[in-house]
């Protein structure tokens, strides 16, 4: 396979579906991969008529994680490079996550099979999970002699509380689609054969309201764990004053006024 297609991304009625496509390494995520999925999110970030975004996996595998080939070609640079070399590699994981993470539109990630390591923390960066029932989470990082780097340890205490998330990085431990319903991990299971199509429609219902409101309520949302009330009082104070200006606002203000004009009128 070249270069050119380890990013699939595909658009249709405002929903995105990207696609990471390297299925016989189940989708492990190597230099070249990362590069197009920066360039896909961003797309996708920039694109007003894209509403929101789908993430997947080709064939069996939703992500293996980080690719190993790298990691040797990594410990095999002169001792004095390794970990500036780490640290700027770890610029462009921290990159992309957090443009998945902060996109101002609803993600979803559809989990089709192993979701490992970078791979789970990247279906944690997306809003929601619907993960078929073939899909199974491990944050297996300690099996490697290392610690989530993709957001794991920001995302599954805040999905699964604090303690639950110890376990499942201490332990790598595989969790599977029923479990991960169970803890919070997931937020819906569909069949294999429906998941895309499912989390599509979900996407789809998820991003029909004002885009403006979407954007301004996810940016106050995702740090709400870390503000006071006060500073979240203070930035919706200021998102609400942006909302007043939108078109969709006004749009959909006038049109419930005509509609309650019209609904006295036909009362008298």
């Given at each position: 396979?070249?270069?050119?297609?380890?990013?699939?991304?595909?658009?249709?009625?405002?929903?995105?579906?990207?696609?990471?496509?390297?299925?016989?390494?189940?989708?492990?995520?190597?230099?070249d991969m990362r590069t197009q999925f920066i360039a896909a999110l961003e797309r996708v970030t920039n694109d007003n008529g894209i509403r929101a975004l789908v993430l997947t996996g080709r064939g069996k595998g939703f992500c293996a994680g980080g690719d190993v080939a790298g990691m040797e070609r990594r410990m095999q640079a002169p001792a004095g490079e390794v970990g500036f070399n780490g640290w700027a590699r770890q610029q462009r994981v921290h990159h992309t996550q957090t443009l998945l993470h902060t996109m101002p539109k609803p993600t979803i990630a559809a989990v089709n099979g192993a979701a490992s390591g970078l791979g789970a923390d990247t279906a944690l960066a997306c809003d929601f999970i619907v993960a078929s029932d073939a899909a199974s989470?491990?944050?297996?990082?300690?099996?490697?002699?290392?610690?989530?780097?993709?957001?794991?340890?920001?995302?599954?205490?805040?999905?699964?509380?604090?303690?639950?998330?110890?376990?499942?990085?201490?332990?790598?431990?595989?969790?599977?689609?029923?479990?991960?319903?169970?803890?919070?991990?997931?937020?819906?299971?569909?069949?294999?054969?429906?998941?895309?199509?499912?989390?599509q429609r979900w996407a789809g219902e998820l991003s029909q309201g004002s885009a403006t409101a979407l954007a301004l309520g996810k940016t106050i949302l995702n740090q709400t764990f870390e503000l006071s009330a006060h500073q979240v009082f203070a930035q919706g104070s200021q998102a609400q004053g942006i909302c007043y200006t939108s078109t969709q606002h006004r749009e959909s203000v006038m049109a419930f006024?005509?509609?309650?004009?019209?609904?006295n009128g036909g009362t008298k």
């Open positions: 396979m070249t270069t050119a297609n380890l990013i699939e991304l595909e658009v249709a009625d405002g929903v995105a579906t990207l696609w990471l496509n390297r299925p016989e390494k189940r989708n492990a995520m190597s230099d989470f491990t944050w297996s990082y300690i099996h490697r002699g290392l610690i989530p780097d993709g957001g794991g340890m920001y995302f599954l205490p805040r999905r699964v509380g604090l303690a639950r998330a110890k376990e499942l990085i201490f332990s790598g431990r595989k969790v599977d689609a029923e479990e991960a319903l169970r803890l919070g991990i997931a937020d819906r299971k569909a069949d294999a054969g429906s998941l895309v199509a499912d989390a006024l005509a509609r309650s004009a019209e609904n």
